[in-house]
């Protein structure tokens, strides 16, 4: 089946820095969505991005599919932004999506 | 808010036991799927419904079993409980034509 790593699985922030996470998956997907998990477990859609560019306020992300990668941008980090950050991706077309591992973010004041 | 409504929010019991976990989708959303989040197995895809027909089939155990019902709230029946379903069991939704999907607030459930 498909993987999907993410990069790194820690990561550890001051307040205003801004960060780059990678999402790599192993063959070509026809979806691809972004969560956050915030401390209390809500998952949060970010973006649904299977290709190309797109931001939501502090939040940016691409997508370059015939590379495999996805990358998610985050600029001027603030404490709310904690929590666990993933990739998921769909092969079959019926948007079953297969979730990466994670990047576990900590922005510390 | 997403708007994807899950109850019970904790749910604990014991093994042996069969439980129902129940989810209201977004107005106006048609599919419905089930996530389980556990520690060793992470966030995975368990079945999706649309429109009341189940639509596909993930990692998902013969002891368990969901329907979509015509008001489109769904139900996950989890039946002889073990000690490795206790998790937190997510329910998503979306729009029809649309990818993007909606989670819940979860439901934590925990075997004893």
């Known amino acids: 089946g498909i993987q999907v790593e993410q990069s790194p699985p820690d990561l550890i922030l001051q307040e205003g820095a801004n960060s780059t996470l990678r999402c790599n998956f192993s063959?070509?997907?026809?979806?691809l969505q972004w969560f956050h998990q915030n401390p209390w477990g809500q998952l949060i859609n970010l973006f649904y991005?299977?290709?190309g560019t797109k931001q939501n306020g502090r939040l940016s992300a691409t997508t370059v599919a015939t590379e495999r990668y996805s990358l998610l941008y985050i600029s001027s980090s603030q404490t709310t932004d904690s929590g666990v950050y993933f990739c998921a991706v769909d092969q079959t077309g019926a948007n079953n999506l297969f979730f990466g591992t994670g990047t576990r973010l900590t922005v510390i004041p | 808010d997403s708007g994807v409504t899950q109850t019970p929010k904790h749910l604990i019991t014991a093994t042996g036991q069969r439980v129902t976990l129940r989810c209201s989708p977004r107005s106006g959303d048609l599919s419905v799927y089930w996530y389980q989040q556990s520690l060793d197995q992470g966030l995975q895809f368990l079945i999706q419904?649309?429109?009341?027909?189940?639509?596909a089939k993930g990692n998902i155990l013969e002891r368990f079993s969901a329907q979509q019902f015509p008001d489109l709230h769904s139900e996950l029946n989890l039946s002889s409980l073990e000690l490795g379903d206790s998790a937190l069991y997510f329910c998503?939704?979306?729009?029809?034509?649309?990818?993007?999907?909606?989670f819940g607030p979860g439901t934590r459930l925990l075997v004893l």
């Open positions: 998503a939704s979306s729009a029809p034509y649309q990818e993007t999907q909606y």
């Open positions: 991005i299977p290709s």
């Open positions: 063959d070509s997907v026809n979806n």
């Open positions: 419904y649309y429109n009341g027909e189940e639509r």
